[in-house]
């Protein structure tokens, strides 16, 4: 596995290429948002290590029915959520993970699944435009974020912001909603306990591959949960 940039490098070089492109106030947007998030954020709700985590299905873009049993059935489950195909942080973090991760995780006998609240006919193109060759998930009405603690709204200037582009959010992601997961990985073990969780109130700032594969490399340690 070659070792690139890593994702802090790559959403810092995303964030200075907008200073350098945006216009100011559209910038000012976006950067407030993620500030208030980060500010605002209740992390004794968010989910925990510790926590168990209930049976669960979600629909794979690729038409497959996901359940949590099924998915833990071969070994530990790591989760990252995302917001939608066309998020330009999205479009770093999961070919990141492609190839960061992903190998890492098959070598420790892991699964990898992504999941947004993007319906499923509409984040397919996120998973076909990067060649992701692990699982890419609907998680619909944002059941799974809401039952982490993770989920944020738009804030009234982003709302604003963007329905003068006529890109609402819930239009977009086909959910009628302004409601986005903020970016998390969580560690499931096979007994379906949360080993560990990193959730992310801003969006340019995401979990590295590195940290997960420990995460999994400690569960594979631990007496009597074997990965």
């Known amino acids: 596995m ?51 985590v209930a049976d669960f299905q979600v629909p794979e873009v690729d038409g497959a029915t996901l359940s949590l049993g099924t998915l833990l059935a071969s070994g530990p489950l790591v989760l990252v959520f995302f917001r939608f195909a066309g998020c330009p942080a999205c479009n770093i973090a999961l070919p990141y993970y ?26 397919v193109e996120i998973k076909r435009r990067h060649q992701l060759d692990f699982l890419v998930a609907s998680d619909p009405d944002n059941a799974l974020g809401r039952r982490f603690g993770i989920l944020y709204s738009y804030d009234e200037p982003s709302r604003r912001a963007a329905l003068a582009q006529g890109r609402p959010i819930g239009e977009v992601t086909g959910t009628g909603t302004w409601e986005l997961p903020m970016p998390t990985a969580i560690v499931i073990d096979p007994r379906r306990v949360v080993r560990f969780a990193d959730v992310s109130p801003d969006w340019l700032a995401r979990t590295e591959a590195e940290d997960i594969l420990a995460a999994v490399r400690a569960l594979a340690r631990s007496s009597g949960v074997a990965a």
Not at 25 to 46: G, S, T, W
Not at 98 to 121: F, H, I, M, N, Y
């Open 2 to 52: 070659t070792r690139g940039p890593t994702l802090r490098a790559q959403l810092a070089a995303l964030h200075a290429h907008r200073v350098a492109t945006w216009d100011p106030a559209a910038l000012q947007v976006n950067i407030d948002q993620r500030a208030a998030l980060v500010e605002r954020a209740k992390h004794a709700a968010f989910v925990q290590a510790g926590d168990t």
């Open 98 to 123: 492609r190839d960061q991760l992903a190998p890492g995780l098959r070598e420790l006998g892991a699964t990898l699944l992504a999941l947004s609240p993007q319906v499923p006919e509409r984040l």
